[in-house]
């Protein structure tokens, strides 16, 4: 499976919405260069709160523009970066992936997926309603959440629009994501 980049993103501060640039350089082991998400352990602040020590499985945050295309189809305006993506993709079925998968992003770069973007109540902060929109229910009724999928750096390197992406699965049977 491949698929490209579409679109990528950072923020220094601790903001939402990330503003969308024209590169972005993974480091190995830490996530992207100048986010505010960078390092080796937690920094989103709820989890910071709960241990500081843990280590960062959220460097990197990867939603596919299908996503956006589905919340513009029900009224939803929101673009590349304003969920607190640092990359958007397209034709790579993210919530597909099986735990472990490896995303080698560009000439370089690796990604190690670690599991799905819990939706947040800041979803509804920024755009009412839009929490619910990137939540949904299988036939059996379980929770489907839709907002993307977070990764840590394998190997680093440069990351651009128009970047090829190609999945590499992991050994052994397939793996549903679950939230990290």
Same mark, same amino acid.
């Given at each position: %499976?491949? $698929?490209?980049?579409? #679109?990528?993103? @950072?923020?220094?501060?601790?903001?939402? #919405?990330?503003? !969308?640039? +024209?590169? !972005?350089?993974?480091?190995? $082991?830490? /996530? !992207?260069?100048? =986010? *505010?998400?960078?390092?080796?352990?937690?920094?989103?602040?709820? @989890?910071? *709160? @709960? =241990?500081p020590s843990r280590p960062n499985l959220r460097q990197v945050h990867l939603i596919h523009a299908e996503l956006h295309d589905e919340l513009a189809r029900a009224g939803f305006a929101v673009s590349a970066g304003q969920m607190g993506e640092n990359i958007t993709t397209r034709g790579v079925d993210l919530l597909g992936l099986s735990a472990g998968a490896l995303l080698r992003i560009g000439g370089r770069a690796v990604v190690h997926v670690t599991g799905l973007r819990n939706p947040c109540v800041q979803l509804d902060d920024f755009m009412? $309603?839009?929490? *619910? &929109?990137?939540? +949904?229910? +299988?036939?059996?009724?379980?929770? !489907?959440?839709? &907002? $993307?999928? %977070? /990764?840590?750096v394998v190997t680093g390197g440069e990351v651009r629009p128009g970047d090829e992406v190609l999945v590499e699965p992991p050994q052994g049977p397939h793996v549903p994501l679950t939230p990290v």
């Open positions: %499976m491949s $698929g490209l980049v579409t #679109s990528v993103s @950072r923020s220094a501060g601790h903001t939402f #919405s990330k503003p !969308v640039c +024209d590169g !972005v350089r993974l480091l190995a $082991g830490l /996530g !992207v260069e100048g =986010d *505010a998400h960078l390092g080796e352990t937690v920094k989103h602040r709820s @989890r910071v *709160a @709960r =241990d009412p $309603g839009l929490m *619910a &929109a990137v939540l +949904d229910r +299988d036939e059996h009724g379980h929770v !489907v959440r839709k &907002a $993307g999928v %977070m /990764g840590v």
